[in-house]
């Protein structure tokens, strides 16, 4: 076989918040790459971040700066993504992004800037077509990164859309208690789609299984019964965690609150069965948390809220949620 010399790769990296204020967007699965060894121009994407490698398409590209336009096509949606827009670079390396101060550091290091004309987490509108930022820089730059960015920004803003429409819907019940996203997120993008829950207004829940012991039904079976397997999870994790465990009949949530569990999952409860078992595990158990999940959506949300009910989970928060449209539009010289 012909031998070939490894190419140097410099991957499409786009930096966002949270643990030590960054996340390399290849663990997201959204990168492209340039191979150095062909033209510069060209562009690369790679089968280890799920595209085609092919590397024949040369794209002949002037590395003239440009000023492009970032325009939201759709109906009413939270704003969501600036950590991701403004630190979109075609290097691995870059200034970290603090987000709360929306500032676009990290851009204006690689040759980009990006002006937004909305606030994260703000009420982008109905209108139909919407200019929420104007980013700068090099042309090449900003075509390879054009649609990971845009991907990302669709993603996240729809999630964050979502949750703001179940947590406005929520408090329009009169209900106090934490609206929460569950672990059922895209694979590899679980830090973005968390943060999303957070700009949108709803509460994480766990971040991973270090968050919090919960016990499942099978958790629970191969433990041979609720007080056996909460019994075994406090000898493990001592007082500092919290313990939940997931119940199908007030009868367990109920066994589970004996046992010590702080919080008790009601799964799969119609409304008026969740309303009788909250308010009698509440009387009966004043300082144990509870929590309903299972077949609630946007629909029907309402028929959950309750005054005994502390926390409502939801996997629509992130499954089956529609995106935004987003598009990047190049402006025409003058």
Request: aromatic share 4%; with cysteine.
């Amino acid at each position: 076989m012909k031998s070939f010399n490894k190419p140097e790769i410099t991957n499409l990296s786009c930096k966002s918040l949270v643990n030590n204020n960054s996340v390399d967007f290849q663990a997201c699965s959204c990168c492209l790459s340039v191979n150095s060894n062909r033209s510069a121009n060209a562009l690369k994407p790679t089968c280890k971040h799920s595209n085609m490698d092919t590397g024949q398409i040369p794209h002949h590209v002037s590395c003239d700066s440009v000023c492009t336009v970032l325009q939201h096509c759709s109906l009413r949606a939270t704003h969501k993504g600036k950590p991701l827009m403004e630190n979109v670079s075609p290097h691995t390396h870059g200034s970290k992004c603090d987000p709360s101060s929306h500032t676009d550091t990290t851009g204006q290091t690689v040759g980009c800037t990006v002006d937004w004309t909305y606030q994260e987490g703000a009420d982008i509108g109905p209108d139909a077509v919407t200019v929420t930022a104007v980013v700068r820089g090099p042309a090449r730059c900003l075509l390879l990164g054009e649609r990971p960015a845009l991907n990302c920004l669709a993603r996240a803003s729809g999630i964050a859309t979502r949750c703001s429409q179940l947590q406005a819907a929520a408090a329009a019940g009169g209900w106090h208690g934490e609206v929460a996203g569950t672990r059922k997120t895209t694979p590899g993008f679980r830090l973005v789609e968390k943060y999303a829950m957070l700009v949108g207004g709803v509460a994480m829940h766990r971040q991973d299984l270090s968050g919090m012991v919960m016990l499942k039904d099978n958790h629970v079976w191969a433990s041979g019964s609720i007080s056996e397997a909460v019994k075994a999870a406090r000898s493990v994790c001592g007082f500092s965690s919290k313990i939940e465990v997931e119940c199908c009949s007030a009868e367990q949530g109920r066994e589970a609150a004996a046992a010590g569990a702080d919080i008790v999952m009601l799964d799969n409860f119609k409304p008026q069965e969740l309303h009788a078992a909250a308010r009698s595990l509440k009387t009966e158990f004043p300082t144990v948390l509870i929590e309903s999940s299972g077949g609630i959506d946007p629909e029907n949300l309402s028929l959950y809220l309750s005054p005994h009910v502390d926390i409502i989970s939801l996997g629509c928060v992130t499954q089956g949620c529609p995106v935004v449209d987003f598009s990047l539009k190049v402006q025409k010289p003058e």
